[in-house]
């Protein structure tokens, strides 16, 4: 006999976070999910890192969700007004995400951010610039 059970990364995690930086970049900046694409000169990728359990109980668990969260940024020459555009976009994804901690998950949040802490493919690509977050968020999940 079949489970019945929900996708609980694409529908309520990936999905939520994706719908609210569309929301808010309106198409200017590519949003994807998964391995490093060169998506043209800003984006931002969400890629699954992985899960921990925090509580289980008769009828539920409670999962932390973790994603690794970047936004890109490429021109071949960085000057000052280029940097002051990136820290521009760091503050509004940080503010965008603080905005929206609680959500179809709870406790949302961003818990570090790296400034060129690129991947081997990231690093093959001239002036590219990277902000690197961890993001954990929790939701309650296979409820009976």
Not at 17 to 34: D, K, V
Not at 76 to 105: G, V
Request: charged share 25%; no cysteine; aromatic share 12%.
């Amino acid at each position: 006999m079949a489970i019945t059970f929900v996708n609980i990364w694409e529908t309520k995690i990936l999905d939520t976070i994706r719908t609210f930086l569309n929301n808010e970049f309106a198409g200017s900046i590519p949003i994807y999910t998964g391995d490093f694409k060169d998506m043209g000169n800003q984006s931002i990728r969400l890629n699954p890192i992985g899960s921990d359990l925090i509580e289980r109980m008769s009828s539920a668990e409670l999962r932390e969700y973790i994603i690794d969260v970047s936004y890109t940024f490429k021109e071949k020459t960085i000057k000052k007004d280029t940097w002051e555009h990136i820290l521009r976009q760091l503050s509004h994804i940080e503010a965008l995400f603080f905005n929206n901690q609680k959500n179809t998950f709870f406790n949302g949040r961003l818990e570090t951010s790296r400034i060129n802490d690129k991947v081997t493919a990231e690093e093959a690509i001239d002036g590219l610039v990277v902000i690197r977050w961890e993001w954990r968020g929790m939701y309650l999940g296979n409820i009976s």
